[in-house]
């Protein structure tokens, strides 16, 4: 009899004697990774093991065998291995996927009827008790399964059985304990009250997916006059720039054609001057939509031309993929079904209260017209992109779309491109910004842009860590955006600079920062976390060799993050002990537990802080007075540290943080 689990369990207190005789005798539980029972897909990225744990027993003291079972979707075979029991009914196994795509994986156990027949067989005669009975039952079990079986398995276990009627007891006990009898029987074991949990669902990714740098950028800002537009040839100038910082994916705001209807000025002004050139969010003119390219940028060669230097020089290109429209854009008038219009025959413009975008207007996902041809039309610029080489998306607002849409785009396209990979730039409720990761967005943007404080950090950082976020949620720290000048970098200077920098390098497999913060740029608008001259609305050249510049600690940040395999995701931290409230102190540890890297922060970006600390060295199974050696990764100076309890001082005008290997001696 095969049972499989339920995937709802229902309070029935009426149980028919029918349906209680097909529930399974074994139960299986507490299954990990799963999330929401198997309701969306757990991330994973190539050549990473997944770790499967679970738990599976049944009455009686009978021995349990328990499988891991996994194939891919296209696969009809599965592939499986035997768990390892650790005792109190829990049971690991674990996997390594090499190929992007979907995946699942389940939990297959039965009674092990051979199993336990040795296991008792062996404890009766360690005591002296008379195992003849027992030897006769073995006999049968060999010779059931001969019979059940077919060709050399068969031939091999008839065998088997002739030569068991032919040994003396001891020699009968030895041979049934054997491991190769282990072997031949469980071939032909028949897996009795087979119980079968659901299939959970595995999304496979490549690894820029969990470990990436990105840089922002707007092309048209690099140039050296602010008349003069910047075009993709101009960019090529900064490649190996931006290569040399360590950043593996250069993201573009929309490159579309900008509206005139409404655009707005400098400073997000409701008038606009007939050169300023307008935000680039406000997509669609006569020259095109989403599936176009503004054309001072350059034309559509140019563009292939860069993203091939780019891959030249390590890096992808990412664009934003912004679901929204100027009032000049082809769709107004080619599909006016998809917009809602008022009785005046006007149309609304977005909103996000207080800020009030006139020169943007939205689809209705909804409308009659709009499905499903505004669906494919969306899903069907993104494919443009993809065949243009474009293989990773910064998604706008994608918690203002409907998450099935997200469902249905992400995973259709990614079922013909498995390569590509979501960012999700969402800044909303806790529940929303999980969702999105649950439908299949590789990254998101994340709350770390507002959490300074020790107790803040630390709160955050461990949450990430722990279930559901840990299976559902890639987060992405950046630093700043073109929308978010963030209040702690006002005033902090270089040092407030680097505090970020370290929190979101060393925090996160995943960090961002938009052009500008390596100069330390922070002009706020008066009372707002918004950019003066915000580079949305105007040209804005920049000297990249200004003095002040944090050029050199990035690219040694970055060099540190690909050297350290502790560093290579979020997970895997843990706060410790700095007893200053000034000082966040925090570890990882790569799986292998070969690699540990420790970092204390200083959140002061003012005064000096000093703090006693701990060494983690019960994470090393070393007791508290052993020597380790410490290694600063910026500098490359090495120490010995002697014993558990150490000191620290760090001054912010020389640099506000530590980055520590540690290594037993």
Known sequence: MIAEQPTELEHNPQLPLSQALLLPRIAIESTTPVIDAGQFAVKVVVDEPVVVTTK????????????????????????????TDLGNNGWEGQFTLTEQGRYGFRIEAWIDQFGSFCYELGKKHMAGVPVSLELQEGRSHVQQAATRSEGTL???????????????????????????????????DHRAFLSISPEYPLDVERGLAQFASWYELFPRSITDDPARHGTFNDVHLRLSMIHDMGFDVLYFPPIHPIGRSYRKGPNNSLTAGPDDPGSPYAIGSEEGGHEAIHWELGTREDFRRLVAAAADHGLEIALDFAIQCSQDHPWLKEHPGWFNWRPDGSIKYAENPPKKYQDIVNV?????????????????????????????????????????????????????????IFLAEAFTTPAMMARLGKVGYSQSYTYFTWRNTKAELATYF?????????ECYRPNFFVNTP??????????????????AVLATMGSGLWGMYSGFELCESAPVPGKEEYLDSEKYQIRPRDFTAPGNIIAEIAQLNRIRRQNPALHSHLGLKVYNAWNDNILYFGKRSADGSNFILVAVSLDPVNAQEASFELPLWEMDLPDDAQTSGEDLM????WTWYGKTQWMRIEPWHQPFGIWRITAI
């Open 462 to 470: 461990t949450e990430l860590n722990e279930s559901p976020w840990r």
């Open 364 to 420: 209705d996902f909804y409308a009659v017209d709009a499905i499903p041809s505004l669906w494919l039309a969306l899903r069907d610029v993104v494919i443009g992109w993809v065949e243009e080489g474009v293989k990773i998306f910064r998604v706008d607002n994608p918690h203002t779309k409907p998450l099935p849409f997200w469902q249905w785009l992400i995973a259709d396209v990614r079922a013909q491109y498995p390569e590509v």
């Open 635 to 638: 500098s490359g100076h090495r």
């Open 154 to 188: 068969s031939e091999q276990l008839h065998a088997l059985h002739h030569e068991l009627s032919g040994l003396l007891e001891a020699e009968q006990v030895a041979l049934f304990l054997h491991e190769r009898s282990a072997e031949l029987m469980a071939q032909a």
């Open 56 to 83: 599976v027993f049944a009455d009686g003291h009978d021995k349990l065998a328990v499988k891991l079972c996994w194939r891919g979707s296209a696969d009809a075979q599965w592939r499986s291995l035997t768990m």
């Open 483 to 500: 929308d978010i000048n963030p209040g702690f970098l006002h005033e902090s200077g270089r040092p407030g600079f680097l505090i970020r």
